[in-house]
């Protein structure tokens, strides 16, 4: 498919957001929100979103038979994983001690509660919701435009330990720095939500389908 960029679907979230975000982005592509594993093996794209429990995601996924095809878009074609897709693209997960993709190095933690201190003296919620600054580790392709400290939506409980800083590539503050974007050759994740992040989301977007790694 020339053009093509598929959105996984596994059952878990709101895809629709994800996929008007990209079609205004890239109103000349063909974006398909699918589970069909042919279909992500012959898009040219692929962006792995996802909501919800670490144990849940990876089981539908697995039943949806698209281990393989993701497996495989992520070593060979431009691939962006937006929040549970970052985290299961790790080893393994805090959340229900979940075995993950196992592409990336590294393993995804709970936020901490005995460290989940604000100052001064108060508590900062889990699950870590609404904007935070995200601070550029590197320059990349997929910040071309985007300011550094911009602001971007978050909703998560758990966030990824990179098991080499070299795949950091952006970072948030929530109690602690922690990791908030990474890349790899083909791989670009992120734990926030970019079609929840207004222009600088949309911007992150725009790059991403303009990317050829």
């Known amino acids: 498919m020339r053009n093509s960029i598929a959105v996984i679907d596994y059952g878990m979230g709101n895809l629709r957001s994800v996929s008007k975000a990209l079609e205004h982005v890239a109103p000349g592509a063909e974006v398909s929100v699918t589970s069909d594993p042919e279909v992500v093996r012959k ?19 697995d039943g949806r038979g698209l281990r393989p095809a993701l497996i495989e878009a992520a070593r060979t074609k431009p691939f962006l994983g937006i929040c ?26 709970r936020f901490p509660p005995p460290e989940m201190q604000a100052a001064p003296g108060g508590r900062l919620k889990v699950p870590h919701m609404g904007w935070n ?41 929530y109690a602690f720095p922690f990791t908030c974007a990474v890349a790899r050759d083909n791989i670009f994740a992120v734990q926030f939500h970019p079609e929840k992040s207004q222009s600088a989301g949309l911007a992150l977007l725009a790059n991403f389908v303009s990317w050829n790694p």
């Not at 792995?48 to 995601?57: L, N």
């Not at 970052?86 to 196992?102: A, N, V």
């Open 43 to 61: 898009a040219e794209r692929v962006v792995f979103p996802g909501q919800g429990a670490m144990p849940d995601c990876m089981r539908e996924m």
């Open 84 to 109: 549970i897709g970052l985290q299961m693209l790790f080893e393994r997960s805090e959340e229900g001690d979940t075995p993950g993709l196992g592409v990336l190095p590294g393993s995804v933690k």
């Open 133 to 173: 600054e995200v601070m550029q580790a590197e320059p990349h392709p997929l910040w071309r435009g985007i300011a550094d400290a911009n602001r971007f939506y978050f909703v998560h409980s758990f966030y990824v330990e990179a098991g080499t800083p070299e795949l950091v590539a952006g970072y948030s503050v």
